[in-house]
């Protein structure tokens, strides 16, 4: 392998800072509400550490191509982050909401990302996450959290990361033990806090405000998760690629969005506990089970397409 240039992966890396920029810049003159706070800048010091993180795993790695940039994957950044911009924007709040200390709703579009990273690469997956949550977020209006649109980026930068390993059911097995035991601490965590409270929850006619709970739902959802991936790997033993989409999906969700939960802990004052407990597990759990659903399906449509074009 010749590998890749590192000026190609570096230039992608500042596209990603700059739109971000440029989103926070021009934001608020669309949407007030699209203002930074005082944390703005510990929010973009956590999205230079995902970039970083981004570019040290490509340095460790870049003897292979699958972190090659050209014509063809520029195209499909553009594809992939207007995609997931569009959907994360149609359910981002506007249609189903998880009780968590934070906004959080169900995200069938996380599959975008995620799939993207599959089949393109881990840069493609890594500017589909990152710039199409961030354009999301301004589409819906609620305001820009740059770390967790970082944080998505990574998620699909890891699901691309399938590519790096020849013996790719050595690598699903090594991912699945990471994943399990992630899946086990988030949700121990929730059955020894499980009085955390919902900051999310309100029923003014009872002047109920932040007094229920997390709910049982987001509390096992990442082991719900895990167990559909288990079941997906299963049911596709024998094709390793579908069965390796899924898998390093699930590591990606739970490593880019308990990155973003872990920033909180600095930029809202969230103790680790409420961190987990309250973002992570009501955001990656709910992801892994729209993943476990929907990655195949896109896996396996992108497959048959090739197939039939001879690619």
């Known amino acids: ?17 700059v739109l971000f920029l440029l989103v926070v810049w021009l934001g608020p003159t669309l949407n007030p509400d699209l203002q930074l706070d005082e944390t703005a800048l510990l929010r973009f010091v956590f999205v230079a550490i995902g970039l970083l993180i981004v570019f040290l795993v490509y340095w460790a790695t870049r003897s292979n191509n699958a972190w090659r940039v050209g014509t063809r994957e520029v195209v499909y950044m553009a594809i992939g982050a207007a995609l997931y ?29 995620m799939f993207f990273g599959y089949a393109f690469g881990p840069v493609v997956g890594f500017f589909t996450g990152a710039v199409g949550n961030m354009f999301g977020d301004a589409l819906t209006g609620f305001g820009l959290s740059p770390q967790w649109s970082v944080a998505n980026g990574l998620v699909g930068m890891i699901s691309g990361m399938a ?7 050595k690598a699903m097995n090594t991912v699945l033990y990471i ?45 719900v998760g895990f167990v559909l991936v288990v079941a ?41 506990t409420v961190a987990i407990v309250g973002e992570f597990l009501p955001a990656a759990g709910p992801n ?24």
Do not use: C, H
């Not at 392998?1 to 800072?17: F, R, Y």
């Open 288 to 311: 892994m089970i729209f993943a476990a659903i929907l990655v195949p399906l896109l896996v396996g449509a992108y497959n048959s397409v090739q197939r039939q074009t001879g690619r």
């Open 179 to 223: 994943s399990a035991a992630l899946a086990a601490v988030a949700t121990l965590l929730w059955i020894f806090n499980r009085d955390l409270s919902n900051m999310m929850f309100f029923d003014p006619e009872a002047g109920i405000f932040g007094d229920a709970t997390i709910s049982v739902f987001a509390g096992v959802s990442a082991v």
């Open 1 to 17: 392998m010749n590998g890749t240039k590192p000026t190609s992966v570096i230039l992608s890396l500042l596209a990603v800072l």
């Open 232 to 272: 997906v790997r299963l049911i596709f033993k024998d094709n390793i690629d579908l069965a390796s989409a899924v898998i390093w999906s699930m590591l990606g969700n739970f490593i880019g969005i308990g990155f973003a939960a872990v920033s909180d802990i600095w930029i809202n004052g969230f103790s680790p």
């Open 85 to 113: 911009a569009v959907f994360s924007y149609l359910f981002n709040g506007t249609v189903f909401a998880v009780p968590s200390v934070s906004q959080v709703a169900l995200r069938p579009a996380i599959s975008i990302p």
């Open 163 to 169: 590519a790096l390993y020849m013996d790719k059911k």
